[in-house]
């Protein structure tokens, strides 16, 4: 079980510490095509009601321990079912 869960941590987290992100990504394409198919693996979660109210709820109160004062959001607020 921890094997299975440090593999999909390191698919679906682009670590650039990471022992072989050089070997994974070759050159700067290779790096940015990984990083935006993350969008299409992690949107339907974020398109799930009970994940994106916890996402979206976790985030403000980071923001808030973080002692950010100013948040202007910028994107699109697209359905959740």
């Keep these: 079980m921890v094997f299975k869960l440090r593999y999909l941590i390191d698919d679906l987290f682009f670590i650039a510490q990471n022992i ?7 050159n700067i394409n290779k790096a940015w095509e990984y990083f935006s198919n ?6 339907g ?6 994940v994106f109210r ?3 709820t976790q985030t ?3 923001l808030k321990d ?5 948040l202007e959001l910028r994107g699109l ?3 959740v079912s």
């Design 60 to 62: 403000l109160q980071e």
């Design 20 to 26: 072989y992100f050089s070997v994974r990504y070759p």
């Design 66 to 70: 973080d002692n950010v004062q100013y």
């Design 38 to 43: 993350l969008f299409a693996v992690t949107g």
């Design 45 to 50: 979660l974020l398109s799930y009601t009970p």
């Design 77 to 79: 607020m697209l359905p």
């Design 54 to 56: 916890d996402y979206f």
